[in-house]
């Protein structure tokens, strides 16, 4: 099945440009989204990236997908501390959404 | 349009003990998934239902039970609660089960002592 890999931990300053990574095995993956936690919230979704384009745009996050490594990441322009959170990338099985582990993003000011 | 609502918000269980985890959706989304979030990990899918009256495994069921008697309502129920039931409960829906994502509610905090 599938399996969806993020690294642990991010940290940036403010006004940087951060950049989370993920990884999956699923080359049929149709959608792959990126949802954001903050702390003691659920889970919002952020953005998502159909499998047939290589980058998304939407003000501050860019999506890039590369379908032949299994690679995606978003990164974030101009880094708040209001971005502090942890962030899941996830790809769609079957049936249901596969979720990385999770990347905790520390923006310091 | 509340989207996803989950009652309770913390709940603290005695070993043994049993609870049931309420989830409701008001968008007419005929998937409904349970996670479970521990410390510092991912999430984990418990049960997932993509439809009425059809309901199906995820990576962790052992120790949880659900039904899905009408398309709003996916309670998760807990019987003989146990420490390692400890967690963050999280349920979510969605309409066509990919595509437009998924809509979390904002979880349940469950501690069994």
């Known amino acids: 099945g599938e399996d969806v890999e993020q690294s642990l931990f991010l940290s940036v300053r403010e006004g940087d440009s951060s950049v989370i990574n993920c990884t999956y095995t699923?080359?049929?993956?149709?959608?792959l989204y990126w949802y954001k936690q903050e702390p003691g919230a659920g889970l919002q979704l952020l953005t998502y990236?159909?499998?047939?384009?290589d980058m998304k745009q939407d003000q501050r996050l860019t999506v890039l997908l590369n379908k032949k490594d299994k690679h995606l990441s978003l990164r974030i322009a101009d880094t708040q501390t209001g971005d502090s959170a942890i962030y899941f990338c996830a790809a769609n099985g079957f049936q249901k959404l596969v979720f990385g582990t999770g990347t905790r993003l520390l923006v310091s000011p | 349009n509340a989207g996803v609502t989950q009652t309770p918000k913390f709940r603290i269980l005695k070993i043994g003990q049993s609870m049931t985890l309420q989830c409701t959706q008001d968008m007419n989304h005929n998937y409904m998934y349970w996670y479970r979030q521990d410390p510092g990990m991912g999430l984990k899918l418990i049960y997932y239902?993509?439809?009425?009256?059809?309901?199906d495994k995820g990576e962790v069921p052992n120790g949880y039970n659900v039904s899905r008697s009408t398309t709003e309502d996916f309670p998760l129920r807990l019987e003989l609660a146990a420490p390692s039931q400890t967690s963050v409960y999280f349920c979510a829906s969605s309409y066509v089960g990919e595509g437009k994502g998924y809509t979390f509610g904002s979880g349940t905090r469950l501690t069994v002592v």
């Open positions: 239902s993509v439809g009425a009256g059809i309901t």
């Open positions: 990236i159909f499998s047939n384009m």
């Open positions: 699923d080359s049929s993956s149709t959608y």
